[in-house]
């Protein structure tokens, strides 16, 4: 187990370093100065100090060494300095990442949540009024883009409804002192219910916002699965047993009927890390969206580049759990691989 | 099913509307969209970063509403000669640790600004804003000369943006602490930052009350000043309706209606300070022809795209200044005239005009495909190709392009600020590729010979008649910059420099 794990992660490195690659060609590629960008308008400029920014930078590099600068500080554990910020870019991640990873494991709950019961009544009520009533939310659910979502969301539940706030993440005065990032987290260890309300509430509509497309993909892969399984023999055995349905669904059925899901899961997770910039724009959401948003349209290269490091380890770590998670709850494949 | 229940219970748990908390005191927010890159007055080349900090840092000089000059930190100041000014200080003012704020503390500011090195081993980015300053010496404990390198008319017009640090506090603390644990001279000190989030900041009881020339002196009147970030313009609007935020920045014209159907709400404009041109390529045809940019300078109808797209929210302006500029000159402007335009085209040799590609970014879309069909009423057949800032530059610097749309910004309201980087030749935003002796000699009048500010004018307004006549770019207007305000907020005016100077601001139920 422990060599297949390490194997693994060896192998990451190379998909690390491509993807690096890549992207370090495309901004290379794409048109566009961040000194220029930097300095903007305002004031009289001197070549001489476009010149000294671009070296002080590195900028004024050709490309290959740029790139093996990058690679070299890499491994040192170097993420390099926003140009932008002037500030390194590992802290700009560590100050965005929790943000990020709290909106989106909320999210996956919600949608969790939602999605397996619904999916469970869809199969087990198939073609009833449920599954069909489920279906055609599922396909909104799937369709709705997230900005256009959340921004109806904020109307009606911020705006007419005055329930819950527009955006941010946190009010001013609830005396809640960010120690981990995870707000959530934060709230719990010193017993600040108020925040921890507070907290909740700031995160209702955007991970709504978020949820939908996982929500609906998990009704329906649910949905999808558990009919299969419904008609094995297994089951047929179980209910011939006489044991009642509601044994028979979540028991026997659910279980089997979970292992696509959990593959899926671990994707549409990494989907949903990476894929947040427009919700987390729309809620003035602190996170690594936002921030990479910014460093694109800025040319802040640093920043992309950390930032896009940080979605492809999000991807390994994923895929890695997914199968690893196969083995734990399929013991036919555990026994199989024999690692 | 008793997982069904338990979520069900779970998910009324979470939909619960839970009633807000309360702030104590009068607490106003402003609806920001972009947040401060750093709490370092020292290290930033970004306007909202600015327009925060100026809450918490004064400078020597400041302005009025009306862009006036007026005393701040230093109570007076002369130029004793072409490259020395003296100003004397305020006394009694404090920072907001209590110690006493001195003429160290401007050496200290200008020496971490202009020289090499001197934040965390970078040179600071605003070094370009007053880099002909070389020195600055403390005379006494509320005295201290500047130096600069050539004479430099304009420096006064650029200290408004530089705020002044503390040499004791930057000092024990060191340059990255200050960045996020700042204090100033300001009317507010800083409470905390939550990035991306909100910039917290409460009345300091013991300021000294700012310029006297802007009244009321004495300490702010709200208790405390929340920025609080929200890039997205619609969510900033819902923030705005739903009583969370009490001023938002930057609204398009196009949501001015929205905010006037709120009783609650009001709109309030302010002429900004960017010029914006329809600029020609003029290195090469047909734009090399003046008669040619002319015929499309009358081809324009500036007042009906002010009126009709822009909500009439725009000045139009005759040459590069703004008419709040001290410099700008009040020249007639160019007159709508289709026919004149065609007889021009003709005698440039285009009886039957040409096809031409308007270049502009997305938040002049609307008005380049205006002035398209505009153009295509004289017979240039115009379409419009919309970029990214970002990509479009370098094409314009290579003169890869034929006509764009831009704007410049001019903060400063000085000339030097945009005549010099807009046209003179080979400068970096002059991408026109305009290139006139007469033009140049007169910048460098205005900039190293002119003695006395009347001369400089004459300079200046001079050059802008050139341009008026030579055309390397059409002017069209100086735009307004849009807020949404509660009527509960008094005491406040935008600014042209979009500065929010929150000190004499208060709240009212």
Known sequence: MAGYLIRRLIQAIPVFLGVTFVVFLLLWLTPGDPVEILLGQTGPITAEEIARIRREFGLDQPFLVQYGRFVVRLFRGDLGTSILHRRPVAALLGETLPA??????FAALVALLVGVPAGVIAAVRRRSLWDMVGTVVALAGVSLPGFWLGLILIVVFAVNLKALPVAGRLGFGTGLEPRTGFLLLDALLQRNLPALQEVLRHLIMPALAMSTGMMAMTMRLVRASLLETLGQEYVRTARAKGLPERGVVLRHALRNGLLPVVTALALNLGALLSGNMVVETVFAWPGVGRLVV???????????????????????VLNLLADLSYSFLDPRIRHGRGE | MRELRMFWVLTSLLVLAWAGLGQGGKTLVVGIDADALTLDPG???????????????DALVTRTPAMEIVPELAVSWERI??????????????????????AEDVVFTVERTVKEGRISGRTSPRKGLLDPVTDAVALDR???????????PALIAFLPHHMIVPKHYVEAVGDEYFAENP??????????WDKGVQIVMERYENYYGGSPAIPPVGPARLDRVIFRVLPETSTRLAALKAGEIHIATRIPPDLIPEIEADPALRVMAVRGTRSTFLEMNVTRPPFDDPRVRRAVAHAINVDLIIEHVLGGLATPIPSLMSPDSPFYKDLPRIPYDPARARALLAEAGYPQGFALTLDCTDPFKN?????????????????????????????????EREAWIADWGNATLDPMDIMIPKLRTGERGNYSG??????????????????????????YQLAQELIAHELPLVPLWVAMEIYGVSRRVVGWQPSPDSRINLHRADLVS
């Open chain 2, 142 to 152: 509320l005295t201290v000369k500047l130096i600069t390198a050539v004479p430099y």
């Open chain 2, 367 to 399: 008005v380049a495909l205006v002035i398209a069909e505009m153009l295509r009423e004289v017979g240039i057949d115009a379409k419009v190709q919309v970029w990214e800032w970002g990509v479009l530059l370098p094409r314009l610097l290579n003169r």
């Open chain 1, 100 to 105: 990020t990873v709290e909106l989106t494991l």
């Open chain 2, 81 to 102: 000669s072409d490259t020395e000014w003296i100003f004397y200080l305020r006394d009694g003012v404090t920072w907001h640790d209590g110690t006493p704020f001195t």
């Open chain 1, 294 to 316: 910014q460093a694109i349209q800025t040319r802040d290269y640093p920043v992309v580049q950390g930032g896009v490091l940080f979605y492809a380890l999000t991807f390994v």
């Open chain 2, 43 to 57: 290290n930033f080349r970004h306007r909202e970063t600015e327009t925060i900090l100026r809450n918490m840092f």
């Open chain 2, 434 to 459: 305009y290139s006139s002796c007469l033009y140049d000699g007169l910048m460098y009048f205005g900039e190293y010979i002119a003695r006395t500010p009347e001369s400089r004018r004459a300079a």
């Open chain 2, 183 to 192: 204090i100033g001279t300001g009317p507010f000190r800083f409470v905390r």
